[in-house]
C-alpha cells in the first residue's frame, strides 16, 4: 500500500478549509505542501504563515517540499509552522549536509528533492543521513504537468541503491502522478506518491485518494 500525499497546491485556495476537511476525512496519508520563490522555479505559491494555518486544520502529517534558493535561511521557520518533513532540493543546497543536519536537529524529517536531470547517484554519500528522496517526475513550478517516463529507470536505480545498504529512506515521486501511471510507478519501487491535479481535479477527490490507496 503506498503513501498517498494529495498536493495542496492544486486545492482551492477560496475554501481551503473544505479540501482539508476532505483531505482529514479521506485515507490520504499526508499533505503535500509546495513552497515556490519565484527564484529556484519560475511560481510563487505560499511560505510558513500559511502552511501554519493548514497544521491548525489537520493531524495528518505535513509534508513540505521547498522550491527555494537557500532553504536553510527558512528552515526554522517551517518547524515553527508545523512542518513534519522538510525536503530541499539538491540544486538549491552547497551546503547540503549542513542543511539536513539542521532539519534533524530541530525534530523534523529531512527530505530531499532532485530535478529530472540530476543523477540519482548524487545521492550516494548523503542517503543514509536522509529520511525520504523527492524524485521530480516533472520540472518543478506547476500542477497538472505530464509525468516524465525516464522518471521509472531513476525509481529503480534509487530503490536498489536504498536497498543495497538496507536503509529506510522513503522514495516519493511527485508530478504528473495519475490513476494509470500509479501502478507502473509502485512497482518500479516508489513508497510515497503525490497527487495534485489527480485528486483536485476529478470528480470525487476522496474516491480518487482511496483508488491511490488500494493500489
Ligand atoms: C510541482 C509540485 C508538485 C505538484 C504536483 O512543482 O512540486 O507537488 O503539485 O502536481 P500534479 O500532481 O498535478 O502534477
Ligand atoms: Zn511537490
Redesign the pocket.
Known sequence: MPIVAP????ANFINLAADCKMLNDSVADWY?L?V?DGRF?P?ITFGPMVIEFIRKATTKVCDV?L?IEEPGLYTEQFKKAGADILTVHIEACTHLHRNIQQIKSLGMKAGV?LNPHTPVSSLKDILADIDLV?L??????????T?IPQTLQRIKELRSMIDAAQLPTLIEI????TLQNATTILDAGAHVL????????SANPTQTIQQLKNL
Not at 136 to 145: D, H, K, L, T
Not at 174 to 177: E, K
Not at 196 to 201: A, I, L, Q, W
Open positions: 498536493s495542496l497546491l492544486s503535500h509546495d515556490m522555479v511560481n517540499h522550491m528533492a523527492c521530480m517526475s516533472v520540472n518543478p513550478g506547476f500542477g497538472g504537468q509525468f511527485d508530478g504528473g502522478v503525490v497527487a495534485g491535479n489527480t485528486v483536485f481535479k
